[in-house]
């Protein structure tokens, strides 16, 4: 083990993610292969592209042109409901998640609570926002009611997760502390977990309201009422000078509520 | 006031903490707990109030066995037994105060509690506790905007309100710095005198258990090895407790304690 003469120079290389160099080139030229067939199986048909591009030519030089009045009184209708979806969503949303918010929380309740309200969560969670709304549609039949059962669906699988977890970072001492006074678990909630999570849930809160706005542009598109119903009715008619009026009202809104959201956030730290 | 029998703790996948700790202390009795870490302090302390369940033995508080209390009883139980943290365990966004009364929520319903409505007398020994440890002025302003030794000061506030007959004190030094350390010592030994309250410190801080404390208890390995009157440790004795090292600078008379907080 002394050092030799022979061997002044010690070099250093930095070790390889996949050892060996045959398994390394063998998988570079798997996804190779893999993307080649991939685009073989998409049939690019130049004849159809060349179609389309035409065709997006003109949806777009109406976009360009976009028509407001034609039909004013369905976007502000639509505008209007999608607000009144969001608002509702996330009152209910928030209210409906509290249970589950606590109880997600391993650190505050016994193992059975939080194995069932991790259940749940998943459950509401692996549901994308579009694939609730067809579900509610074909429960509840078309228009905002199946949209606000969509929205405040997500709302609470957002906050119970976000907050749940906030609940698990607190520190565990002042938990410790609050249960050795012989305080109620609801006062061990109140006084101990509430203050330590207060301003991160009212920043989730309206951070996920925003969310919910421009969620309802698109499940309208299913059926599920708001802005984004009268924007699939547009479509469906060819009128895209009024479509392209509906994106531009939806583009401003979004915009609107995101720099309103993110002012109000700014504010609660 | 308090006979501990038998005791016995395995974390389920963890060590067996405590292997049968016998352990019984006397009415207004302040009792230092040393050890290496993990030997078990810390187990030891929660599981008399339960904050840690044990596995096996008695806990006798007042005579009643706190081991085979239900919900509510416990609760009871928690009301006369006070803690404090190492690291304070104060509600960082709640104001002093409110962590301070705190203290009493074993005893107040739960909506007077969330309306922050509690009974006069509470708000006044509230207040005459933030006077004695020295932070009458700082009743209203949040918990996190004070320093170390403030917070651990609104810490005891918040056990001694619960009015108890035993606190339980886990490392209340040892994230302060050795003056400040110092001074939190005098003061929690100081008040549990003037109240005649039992106490049980664990600590790191040898000198501390001997300057401040009546009797030292050594644990090692989740048992008892040492159970002296304060001021009998010597080389051999530490030896037993932490494990062979070279003990002089500890153990040589006057300057012992300056040593030990210069280590810390």
Known sequence: MTPTNTQPVRTWSKPRWIKSPLLRYLLFALIILYVVYGIRAFEINPERIALGLSRAGKMFGSFLRPDFLARKNYIIQGILESMAMTVVATLAGVVLSLPLVFGAAKNIVPRPVYLLSRLILVIFRSLHVVVLAILFVIMFGFGPFAGVLTLTVNTMGFLAKLVAEEIENINEETLEAMRSTGASWLQMVVYGVWPQISARFTGLVIYRADQSFRQSTVIGLVGAGGIGAVLETAMGRYDYRTAGAILLVIIIFVLLGEYGSSAIRRRLV | ?264
């Open chain 2, 1 to 264: 006031m308090l006979e501990i029998r038998k005791l016995t703790k395995k974390y389920t996948a963890g060590p067996q903490a405590l292997k049968g700790v016998d352990l019984s202390i006397k009415e207004g009795e302040i009792v230092a707990l040393i050890g290496p870490s993990g030997a078990g302090k810390s187990t030891l302390i929660r599981c008399i109030n339960r904050l840690v369940e044990p596995t096996s033995g008695e806990i006798l508080f007042h005579g009643v066995d706190v081991c085979k209390l239900g919900a509510r009883a416990l609760r009871e139980t928690r009301k006369k037994i006070g803690m404090i943290f190492q690291e304070y365990a104060l509600v960082d966004r709640l104001s002093v105060m409110e962590n301070v009364l705190s203290g009493r929520l074993g005893s107040v319903g739960f909506w007077a509690s969330a309306r922050r409505k509690f009974p006069q007398e509470d708000v006044e020994e509230a207040l005459f506790l933030l006077e004695r440890v020295g932070l009458a002025d700082y009743v209203d302003t949040r918990a996190d905007q004070l320093s170390g030794g403030q917070r651990q000061r609104v810490g005891i506030c918040r056990a001694l309100l619960q009015r108890p007959d035993l606190l339980l004190i886990d490392e209340p030094t040892a994230s302060l710095d050795p003056k400040t350390g110092r001074q939190i010592m005098r003061l929690i030994t100081e008040l549990v005198r003037e109240r005649n309250l039992a106490a049980i410190i664990n600590i790191h801080e040898v000198g501390f258990a001997e300057m401040f404390t009546q009797r030292v208890v050594g644990l090692k390995d989740g048992l008892i090895v040492y159970d002296q009157p304060a001021g009998k440790l010597d080389a051999d004795s530490l030896t037993l407790i932490y494990g062979e090292e070279d003990w002089t600078s500890l153990t040589s008379g006057a300057d012992a304690d300056d040593d030990s907080e210069e280590v810390s």
